[in-house]
């Protein structure tokens, strides 16, 4: 079977745009695809964390792929910094990507914004690391939102670039799963829908947490923006918030865009937001309870991480001994 990679930062609260811009994909793609989840908590370190909620965040993430259908018999999940072959490559591949390639990285440019008192190297290096995840697993298919196209197309210029240079295929060059807009490649943030909806957002009401109760579920979406007019239709440029609440409610109901607009014909922008915060509740109540099932055995999430972290490790170390000996290192 092709080789699957994807990862989340443990940052933030678990929300509703990560989960279908990419858990929900993975689960769909276990069977078809030899598939690693990581939870990278390398990449939640380029902005300050508070260790013990680092810790606490790291394990009720994983818990939360699990709860969502990632099946660990199917599937390695393991936690990023339990391989060290992750950072070993990272600074192979910082040593081969130019300063400029890295610079015209929006994710960075956003972040420094957004973090101005801490714009360390390691938030500029971020995409580096992402490649030398990807590329450590010799991955053909990496499902993420849409928000990660760019630095995937940096990690393929990368492969390419070791290919070239070696004059064989060191790394394969992995393809991007990104669903489009309507499908939930870029859910909208619920207070400002123009811009994406972000875990780690400091105003809550932005974004629906995976485990957010059944009250500030429906709270929030009664609070979303909505557009000016009246009508519910899906029309990106004019009505952003309405389209963004439709796109979730599609996802979630498994119905198609058009089929939503038709259920709502006639009625107000406020049902909307009703029946969708109902849709949730009911959608995300199975996921919850067994959320509090996993995360209570820690005997059992401690066993997965175990198993994912050695299976992950013999598939990393093969590449990166390839790698050391090819530019040259003395292998031991
Ligand atoms: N709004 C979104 N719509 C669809 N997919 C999204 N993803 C993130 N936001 C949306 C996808 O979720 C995965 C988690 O990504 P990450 O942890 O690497 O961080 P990120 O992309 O920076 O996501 P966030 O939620 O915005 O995290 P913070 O706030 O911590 O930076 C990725 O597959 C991402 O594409």
């Given at each position: 079977k092709p080789i699957l990679f994807s990862g989340i930062q443990p940052s933030g609260d678990l929300m509703l745009g990560n989960y279908i811009g990419s858990i929900k994909n993975w689960v769909k793609l276990q069977d078809d695809y030899q598939c690693l989840f990581s939870l990278v908590n390398m990449h939640a370190i380029t902005v300050e964390q508070n260790p013990q909620d680092l810790i606490k965040r790291s394990l009720d993430f994983v818990a939360l792929y699990l709860a969502s259908g990632i099946d660990p018999q199917k599937s390695t999940v393991f936690i990023q910094s339990q391989v060290p072959e992750h950072a070993e490559l990272a600074w192979i591949l910082n040593c081969a990507t130019y300063m400029g390639e890295l610079n015209r990285m929006t994710q960075f440019?956003?972040?420094?914004q957004k973090h101005e008192h801490n714009i360390n190297a390691g938030l500029f290096n971020y995409p580096v690391l992402m490649a030398a995840d990807i590329l450590l697993y010799q991955t053909e298919l990496v499902p993420v939102g849409a928000d990660q196209k760019q630095h995937l197309e940096l990690t393929r210029d990368l492969a390419h670039r070791f290919n070239n240079r070696f004059e064989r295929e060191i790394f394969k060059i992995p393809e991007p799963f990104i669903a489009p807009a309507t499908s939930g490649g870029r859910i909208m943030s619920l207070q400002d829908p123009t811009s994406k909806m972000s875990k780690s957002d400091s105003?809550?009401?932005?974004?629906?947490?995976?485990?957010?109760d059944p009250k500030t579920i429906l709270k929030k979406c009664k609070k979303a923006v909505t557009?000016?007019?009246?009508?519910?239709?899906?029309?990106?440029?004019?009505?952003?918030?309405?389209?963004?609440?439709?796109?979730?409610?599609?996802?979630?109901?498994?119905?198609t865009i058009e089929q939503v607009v038709q259920h709502f014909e006639g009625k107000m922008y406020g049902h909307l937001k009703v029946e969708l915060g109902e849709l949730i509740v009911e959608y995300l109540a199975p996921i919850q309870q067994r959320f509090y099932q996993i995360r209570e055995d820690e005997a059992y999430l401690n066993a997965v991480l175990k198993t994912g972290a050695e299976n992950a490790r013999t598939q990393a170390q093969k590449t990166l001994r390839d790698v050391q000996h090819t530019i040259g290192f003395v292998l031991p």
């Open positions: 440019k956003d972040k420094s105003n809550k009401n932005n974004f629906i947490a995976l485990l957010d557009d000016s007019g009246e009508v519910i239709e899906y029309d990106l440029d004019n009505k952003p918030g309405v389209s963004n609440l439709l796109t979730i409610y599609s996802v979630i109901s498994g119905k």
